[in-house]
């Protein structure tokens, strides 16, 4: 069964994506086109390049977060260190070792760029706020006078996963103008209508969301500019949670609870991946037990307007 796909942000939460793929999967679900912002353009990025759940799972189970903290230089420095970093450089950490990460992944594949996909199968959602708009790769990268099929996919996740203060943004620069590009939950967190086309769709575009238990969540411990900071961004990013979807979207959704894990909670035991994986796998079956393209092209595309692609 053909279907497209788009992912959520949600930081290290996005792990619970692969169990409920993989619920997916068993059930005969491929994927035509996906997309995907922050932690949802990674999972996005690896199955357009031919990654299955059951080759990710092992993946994010020994992933290593806090990996991707990378501080250098006068950043290395306690206390004075990330506060430098955050003024000189917007944001405390670096991203170089998330696009690695990804760039490596890649690599095993035989994919770099855009170019190495077949056209129109992987959009990144990231976020211009130089601007203040929404930016999707590759799509919009002709604007910035960059050609959309020699852009390295790596990169455009690194730029979509930059998470504001936290990791330092991604700059694209043109004549007289330098913009910079931050994580695109920001302004579009779960752009589940970026497939959409006019009239009846030959399949369906199914969202993954992550949606916490809020009385699960634990109290950020506020101590200083750093802790603050992340106590700030873990609320604006987590906010998107608790954000109303509209039944057109929700019947199309697996909703998935994150057991009121943080989008910045780096140090993830193995136990609490694991409950994750299986709060994905929950999810999906309880998507699929009411599932029914017919019926929602019945409903809600038969009259639908236009929307532009």
């Known amino acids: 069964m053909k279907a497209d796909a788009v992912f959520e942000g949600g930081g290290v939460k996005g792990v619970a994506f692969i169990g409920a793929l993989q619920v997916m999967e068993e059930h005969g679900y491929t994927w035509e086109k996906l997309a995907g912002t922050s932690a949802g353009s990674i999972v996005a990025a690896l199955l357009s390049a031919g990654y299955t759940s059951q080759e990710l799972k092992p993946i994010y189970e020994e992933l290593d977060f806090l990996y991707f903290l990378q501080r250098g230089g006068i950043g290395r420095l306690p206390l004075i260190g990330p506060i430098y970093e955050l003024i000189v450089r917007e944001g405390v950490f670096r991203a170089d070792r998330m696009e690695l990460f990804v760039e490596e992944l890649l690599r095993r594949k035989g994919v770099r760029t855009f170019g190495d996909l077949p056209i129109g199968k992987l ?126 979207k929700a019947v199309r959704t697996i909703f998935i609870n994150t057991l009121g894990i943080r989008t910045t909670q780096f140090h993830l035991p193995l136990q609490l991946r694991q409950q994750l994986f299986a709060s994905g796998e929950q999810a999906a079956h309880r998507f699929l037990d009411h599932w029914d393209f017919d019926e929602y092209v019945k409903v809600f595309r038969n009259t639908s307007p236009k929307i532009p692609v």
């Open 123 to 248: 959009r990144i959602v990231a976020s211009d706020i130089s601007v203040g708009k929404m930016l999707v790769m590759p799509d919009d990268l002709v604007c910035y006078g960059l050609a959309p099929e020699e852009f390295p996919i790596a990169r455009a996740v690194r730029m979509s996963s930059s998470i504001p203060f936290f990791f330092q943004p991604s700059v694209l620069k043109k004549p007289g103008e330098t913009h910079y590009i931050v994580d695109g939950a920001l302004l579009s967190n779960y752009p589940v209508w970026l497939f959409d086309v006019e009239g009846t769709p030959r399949w369906p575009t199914i969202g993954f969301r992550l949606q916490d238990d809020q009385g699960k969540r634990k109290e950020d411990r506020i101590k200083g500019l750093f802790s603050f900071t992340r106590g700030l961004l873990s609320t604006m990013l987590d906010a998107h949670d608790r954000l109303h979807v509209e039944k057109a």
